[in-house]
């Protein structure tokens, strides 16, 4: 499991790199975008992202 749990964060790491590393203007961007929402908003994102993402899990198991 410990494992799997590696791969997967590496794997995440290396998605959340590809945006700032071609795009290093727009993420700027986004990031001061990002700034203004409101943590209720924020917080409602964070979640829905990992409800997608234990579904998503679920679906491929």
């Known amino acids: 499991m410990?494992?799997?749990l590696a791969?997967?964060?590496?794997?995440?790491l290396v998605?959340?790199?590809i945006i700032p590393?071609?795009?290093p203007?727009?993420?700027r961007?986004?990031?001061?975008?990002l700034a203004l929402v409101n943590d209720r908003r924020l917080r409602?994102?964070?979640?829905?992202?990992?409800?997608?993402g234990?579904?998503?899990?679920?679906?491929?198991r």
């Not at 791969?7 to 995440?12: E, G, H, K, T, V």
């Not at 409602?44 to 409800?51: P, Q």
């Not at 234990?54 to 491929?60: E, F, I, T």
């Open 7 to 12: 791969r997967a964060f590496c794997l995440m």
């Open 2 to 4: 410990w494992d799997d």
């Open 21 to 23: 590393f071609l795009y």
């Open 44 to 52: 409602m994102m964070g979640l829905v992202s990992m409800l997608i």
């Open 54 to 60: 234990a579904g998503l899990l679920l679906v491929l």
């Open 29 to 33: 961007q986004l990031v001061a975008s």
């Open 25 to 27: 203007q727009r993420w």
């Open 15 to 17: 998605i959340e790199g």
